[in-house]
């Protein structure tokens, strides 16, 4: 049986690309955008399954139209947890400065 599919909006007004999409029954997104085939950026994903694919789409149309479950209530990590955790994260010279940065405060 095909899905049943709602439009919920895109960001790219008459050209229809990329859009997003809510299965009526389920409630999972579907998303409509240009497709990732750089093959070097196709090696930075992980995991991936068969017939599984990517597009890139704007992340203001996540912002702007992306479903917002009211009954899920927020998981909050307290500012000690975050501490902790990126302490024992391996990163870039970026996030090693960031950890630094957090550490002297």
Not at 29 to 52: H, L, S, W
Not at 67 to 85: G, H, K, Q, W
Not at 91 to 103: E, K, L, M, N, Y
């Amino acid at each position: 049986m095909s899905r049943r599919l709602r439009y919920i909006g895109n960001t790219s007004g008459d050209d229809g690309c990329p859009t997003l999409y809510e299965d009526v029954d389920t409630g999972e997104v579907v998303v409509q955008g240009d497709v990732v085939t750089d093959p070097d950026e196709m090696a930075q994903f992980r995991n991936i399954k068969p017939g599984e694919g990517f597009v890139t789409v704007p992340r203001a149309l996540l912002a702007d139209f992306a479903p917002r479950d009211v009954d899920r209530e927020p998981v909050l990590i307290s500012y000690e947890s975050t501490v902790a955790a990126a302490a024992t994260r391996v990163g870039t010279p970026r996030t090693a400065a960031a950890r630094r940065r957090v550490a002297d405060a």
